[in-house]
């Protein structure tokens, strides 16, 4: 259950502090702000409670490491309930706060930074557009989390290229569709958004799921032969340095 809980809260931070600069602080720092805040959040929980759960905090890349068989799936109908329960707390607490603006804040103006495409869209852009776009940074995480996450790859540092990697895919698809890229994200702004946002929420289910088996198949091609390791063992200090720390305790 831990892992379950590691993944609620992980979730939770990811989208009340994308979502949250979004709709609190927009106006104030720009897209650019607003994808380093995803960033940061995402990097922040990998180190939290990667050692956890892995932090995925997103179904689609709980899928691409499963597809990849660096995930058990006995976990992943726990793992989809948990992140996807964080993602809607999360968007509920930042609708709190929006109303207490001193004209208060409907979601169904406002949009409560959910995704959209067509009149939704932040540029316009078409649902073909936005759907590719979701596909492809998708991959891009995915991909990511999966090579930071080898058994080859540098001990402690799987975070910051995740972090990074999701700030880059915002700094894209901020202007396209608001950049889902996880379908946990989308989900909790769209229940209090209703109408359009439940509409359109298709396109952000579908389309980072696919982009995770996209991202697993490349992975398959490209990786080199060695031992698969977990995102939560990977995301952990070395046995040699857990011990040194009880030591030093």
């Avoid at 993944?7 to 104030?28: D, H, I, M, P, Q």
């Avoid at 490209?222 to 995301?235: D, M, N, Q």
Wanted: net charge neutral; with cysteine; aromatic share 8%.
């Amino acid at each position: 259950m831990k892992r379950y809980g590691a993944e609620f809260v992980g979730t939770f931070v990811l989208v009340f502090g994308g979502c949250g600069s979004a709709v609190l602080a927009g106006s104030k720092i720009g897209f650019a702000g607003i994808a380093l805040a995803f960033g940061l959040s995402l990097l922040a929980m990998v180190y939290t409670i990667g050692p956890i759960s892995g932090c995925h905090v997103n179904p689609a890349v709980s899928l691409g490491l499963l597809l990849s068989g660096k995930f058990e799936a006995r976990h992943l109908p726990g793992y989809v309930i948990a992140q996807t329960l964080g993602g809607i707390v999360a968007a509920a607490v930042i609708l709190v706060i929006a109303k207490g603006l001193p004209g208060g804040y409907d979601p169904a103006v406002g949009g409560l930074a959910a995704d959209g495409y067509g009149l939704h869209s932040p540029a316009g852009y078409s649902m073909v557009a936005g759907f590719v776009v979701e596909v492809v940074l998708t991959m891009f995480l995915v991909l990511t989390v999966l090579g930071a996450t080898d058994v080859k790859a540098p001990v402690g540092f799987a975070g910051i290229p995740i972090g990074l990697v999701l700030t880059l895919i915002h700094l894209v698809g901020i202007p396209v569709t608001n950049t889902s890229v996880n379908p946990a994200r989308s989900i909790g702004p769209a229940l209090f958004v209703g109408g359009w946002a439940i509409a359109q929420l298709w396109l952000f289910i579908l389309a980072p799921l696919l982009g995770a088996a996209i991202a697993s198949a490349i992975y398959a091609v490209i990786r080199l032969p060695e031992e698969l390791i977990s995102a939560r063992v990977a995301e952990r200090a070395l046995a040699s340095e857990q011990a040194e720390r009880r030591t030093s305790s």
